[in-house]
Structure formats: structure tokens, C-alpha cells
């Protein structure tokens, strides 16, 4: 079946201009979550969406990122005014319920100029 | 808090064997290890549980000590494939991962 899909795979823009990445969990899974990987870096947890329950954003930076998801299926994490410091790939992960494996998307690779 | 990896890195040849350790100073309900190679996505080893239960899917052991906040990830007999950078990942629901061990096979 079809895994975690992310678009876009890569992402050029300038200092200061909003953007939105997008993540299709796999059909059926309850909990998603986004995390981040700078260059040669661990993963830093964003932020965790299960079921209904209200979002665990703790580990979102800054005010200026921000995310939801619709319809408890699809996700989109937005950064607004953007900054070099989040040039990084940006990670989605489902499972199918919290705690489970987790089963990681491609990434998409943001680069601000 | 981040749980702490050993090593940061470590190079073996093929057939030898590798321990990587994941220590949290906080209690653990469960560990997650995840298995990264160089510009592809983290890919899921195992997960291990508060009580003794595992789950996996490759032929990778680990253990899991409560009392000692501390997890093990086994590889016996490497191979060439299992070089990449090894997660681990701790707490309930959301993942707070370690910095990462890169293990790095040679024929």
C-alpha cells in the first residue's frame, strides 16, 4: 500500500516569505507527527497530532510555525516568515496509534535563502 | 530531554558485532530504534516496552532495563547494510530521539 507521501520534496525561498509543506499519512493511521532534521543533525520533534485530541505542540520553536490537520488524514506545517536558521529537511511520520512504529516520509528539504 | 547515545560512532567489519546505548534520565515507558541511511527517511528496528514485550521486524536484538533507564541496541554478525545512523527514541505518543550513533561497515 502507499506509504507516507510529502510534497514538495524540496523547497527554495527567500528570508521572510511563508511557506507550507504538506504530508499524507498512510490511510487509516491515527497519529502523525512532524519533526526536523538539520544537515548532518538528529530529529527534533515538532509536533505530535493523534486522533481528536488537541495537538502536543511542545516542540514546535517559535511562534512562527504553526500546523494542522484536516479531517484527522492530511497535515500541513507552516512556517511564516521565514528564517535561514529553518533551512532543513522537515520529517512526517504516522503510526497507527500513538506509540507505535512509526512510518516516516520522505522529507521535504527547505532551503531560505 | 533528549536520551543520550554511546557511541557517536563506530566502524566495524563485516561479520564483527556492535552494541549501541540509549540512556534517559527520565523513567521510560517504552524505546523506540529507528535506523537512518544517508539521505533517506528513518526506517523503523524496533520498539521495546515497559514489561518485556518487543516488537520488530528485523533480526536486531535489543534489551530494555526500566530500572536503569537504559536500552541496547545488538547487531551480531554485521553486515554491509546495516551501516547508517541509529535512533533511539523515548517517551509515550510523541518521540524525543537521541543524537544519533552512525555505525559504518566495511568489507
Known amino acids: 500500500g502507499a506509504g507516507v507521501s510529502q510534497s514538495p520534496s524540496n523547497k527554495v525561498t527567500e528570508k521572510g516569505k511563508d511557506v507550507e509543506l504538506r504530508c499524507d499519512p498512510i490511510s487509516g493511521h491515527t497519529a502523525l507527527y512532524w519533526y526536523r532534521q538539520s544537515l548532518g543533525q538528529g530529529l527534533e520533534f515538532l509536533i505530535y497530532f493523534q486522533g481528536n485530541s488537541a495537538p502536543d505542540k511542545s516542540g514546535l520553536p517559535s511562534d512562527r510555525f504553526s500546523a494542522e490537520r484536516t479531517g484527522g488524514s492530511v497535515s500541513t506545517l507552516t512556517i511564516q516568515r521565514t528564517q535561514q536558521e529553518d533551512s532543513a529537511v522537515y520529517l512526517c511520520?504516522?503510526?497507527?496509534?500513538?506509540?507505535?512504529?512509526?512510518?516516516f516520509g520522505p522529507g521535504t528539504r527547505l532551503t531560505v535563502l | 530531554q533528549q536520551p543520550v547515545q554511546s557511541p557517536q560512532a563506530v566502524i566495524l567489519r563485516e561479520g564483527e558485532d556492535a552494541v549501541i546505548n540509549c540512556s534517559s534520565s527520565k523513567a521510560l515507558y517504552s524505546v523506540h530504534w529507528y535506523r537512518q541511511k544517508h539521505g533517506e527517511a528513518p526506517v523503523f528496528l524496533m520498539i521495546?516496552?515497559?514489561?518485556?514485550e518487543q516488537k520488530g521486524h528485523e533480526k536486531i536484538s535489543a534489551s530494555f532495563n526500566e530500572k536503569k533507564q537504559q536500552s541496547s541496541l545488538y547487531l551480531t554478525a554485521s553486515q554491509l547494510s546495516y551501516s547508517g545512523t541509529y535512533f533511539c527514541?523515548?517517551?509515550?505518543?510523541?518521540?524525543?530521539f537521541g543524537q544519533g550513533t552512525i555505525l559504518t561497515v566495511h568489507p
Open positions: 527514541g523515548t517517551e509515550y505518543g510523541k518521540l524525543t
Open positions: 521495546l516496552l515497559k514489561g518485556g
Open positions: 511520520a504516522s503510526s497507527s496509534r500513538g506509540g507505535d512504529e512509526q512510518f
